[in-house]
């Protein structure tokens, strides 16, 4: 992928999902005029591809308790220069969790979301540009808890407001059950 395909699945996304225009421009002028967005060392900000990890009967999604941010998110990391998000977002869970029998569920983008990582060590704050795909687990979903978490958990995605009370991962729920009924 190119960052011209990038900013053209931005787009369908965005007419999709008119509501969330700030973001998305803010997200394709940001991919628009940087050549090394999909670089960790970018300091003011960069690419990164996460995943929305439904089971086989999509009623549950993985999160993870991610050690550095203490918070419930989705699995997903650093592009370090991959410009193909969807392949990011595959990677990630894989390494995050162990699943290896998963399968993107389309290829448009399901989120973006754009946040603010504190300052931490040596790092700089910056921007996270996330692009979100949905992904659903096909084998028997046991996972196994890498260094970057402190859990791992399958969390019915009705319920997911009592583990969470963060907008973008509501919002990804609300999304999801619009699609498969859960409402």
């Keep these: 992928m190119s960052r011209e395909k990038l900013i053209g699945q931005l787009s369908d996304y965005l007419s999709r999902w008119g509501e969330e ?6 997200f394709i002028d940001f991919v628009s005029s940087r050549s090394d967005c999909f670089e960790r060392e970018l300091s003011v900000g960069h690419v990164t591809g996460s995943a929305w990890v439904v089971n086989k009967e999509c009623t549950h999604v993985l999160l993870t308790h991610h050690r550095k941010l203490n918070r419930w998110l989705q699995l ?69 808890v890498s260094d970057e978490s402190h859990d791992l958990g399958w969390i019915e995605i009705r319920n997911l407001d009592r583990v969470t009370d963060e907008v973008s991962m509501l919002r990804m729920a609300e999304k999801w059950k619009r699609r498969v009924g859960l409402e």
Excluded: C, W
Aim: cysteine-free; glycine content about 10%.
């Design 76 to 144: 997903g990391g650093h592009a370090d220069g991959d410009s193909n998000t969807l392949h990011v977002a595959l990677r990630e869970v894989e390494e995050e969790s162990g699943l290896e029998r998963i399968q993107p569920i389309g290829d448009e983008i399901f989120d973006v979301d754009i946040h603010r990582i504190p300052a931490r060590g040596h790092e700089a704050e910056h921007f996270h540009y996330d692009v979100r795909y949905a992904v659903q687990s096909l084998g028997d979903d046991h996972y196994k």
């Design 21 to 26: 225009y700030e973001t998305v421009q803010r």
